[in-house]
């Protein structure tokens, strides 16, 4: 096996050798154990009891049919519910909106930093970090140079805080601007909604920004943030939960006549939301 940076960010697990496609399944698929484990793990350290998932049940429910990684009819039930604790999980604390505004705070700081590194601004922050924040490398460069994926791995969520909280004190008004709240827990205001926001919201945020900092060269996109998250419990586009009859044929688990649940869980829900400074919450 290989590790290797996916383009969403995450490190994903390749290069399995074993012929036996359910032993890739188990470790990337629709049902997966990664699945199966943070599911229980987030719901019980988040107090999320609406994501808890009964993986033992499911774990016995396991089959092989013709290679393939597959469920005895009979736990169509613990599936629905899995598909169902997975969606309410992602909307209840993955994609919570205190959460999507702190991640987008995060990506813009680490932006903002990079972007001052580049103008020969010297950063503070741990080796790791500061190589990342000086140098430009491609997708290609991840995927051709093994040591570079190395030198990736070695970040965590400890070079990066220790940062933020270096370049709270920094003399880059937007850098430390945005350090302290995350500091200090005073993240950007957010709205969240099914349709788009007006062009007229996002335009008359970014006035306000612009009043309120004296920016003139487009640094308000740091403070203004539009942006849209898509949840899809089951993509069945993307690999099968297949369900194993005692008659030996298997169907996909969004084909069950009687499942209207899973069906509905197939369909992919979109928001779109936008983060700006709480100061202006008024203009909305």
């Known amino acids: 096996m290989k590790a290797l940076l996916h383009k969403s960010g995450s490190v994903v697990?390749?290069?399995?050798t074993d012929p036996k496609l359910f032993l890739h399944q188990l470790i990337s698929s629709q049902l997966d154990m990664d699945r199966l484990d943070y599911l229980r793990r987030d719901s019980f350290y988040s107090g999320v009891t609406e994501g808890s998932v009964n993986s033992e049940?499911?774990?016995?429910?396991?089959?092989?049919?013709?290679?393939?990684?597959v469920v005895d009819a009979k736990g169509i039930y613990s599936i629905e519910k899995f598909l169902v604790a997975r969606r309410l999980m992602y909307w209840q604390v993955y994609m919570h909106k205190t959460v999507l505004s702190a991640e987008f705070m995060l990506v813009n700081i680490l932006k903002r930093a990079k972007y001052l590194a580049s103008q020969g601004v010297a950063m503070t922050g741990t080796q790791a970090l500061?190589?990342?924040?000086?140098a430009d490398y491609t997708w290609n460069d991840f995927e051709e140079n093994p040591a570079i994926l190395e030198k990736f791995l070695s970040l965590d969520d400890f070079d990066?805080?220790?940062a933020i909280k270096d370049w709270a004190n920094h003399s880059d008004l937007i850098l430390s601007?945005?350090?302290k709240r995350i500091v200090n827990r005073n993240l950007l205001k957010i709205r969240l909604q099914a349709e788009p926001f007006p062009a007229e919201?996002?335009?008359?945020?970014?006035?306000g920004i612009r009043s309120q900092y004296?920016?003139?060269?487009?640094?308000?996109?740091?403070?203004?943030i539009e942006a849209k998250v898509k949840n899809h419990a089951y993509n069945n586009k993307k690999g099968h939960i297949n369900l194993l009859y005692k008659d030996g044929s298997t169907s996909?688990?969004?084909?069950?006549?009687?499942?209207?649940?899973?069906?509905a869980l197939s369909e992919p829900v979109e928001r779109h939301f936008i983060c700006f400074p709480r100061e202006l919450r008024h203009m909305l």
């Open 252 to 263: 996909d688990i969004s084909q069950a006549a009687d499942q209207m649940t899973i069906q």
């Open 13 to 16: 697990v390749t290069g399995l």
């Open 201 to 207: 919201t996002s335009a008359k945020l970014a006035e």
């Open 130 to 134: 500061r190589h990342f924040l000086e």
């Open 57 to 69: 049940r499911l774990l016995t429910m396991l089959n092989v049919k013709d290679d393939k990684l």
């Open 160 to 162: 990066v805080m220790s």
């Open 177 to 179: 601007d945005l350090s």
């Open 214 to 224: 004296g920016f003139e060269h487009g640094e308000e996109q740091y403070m203004l």
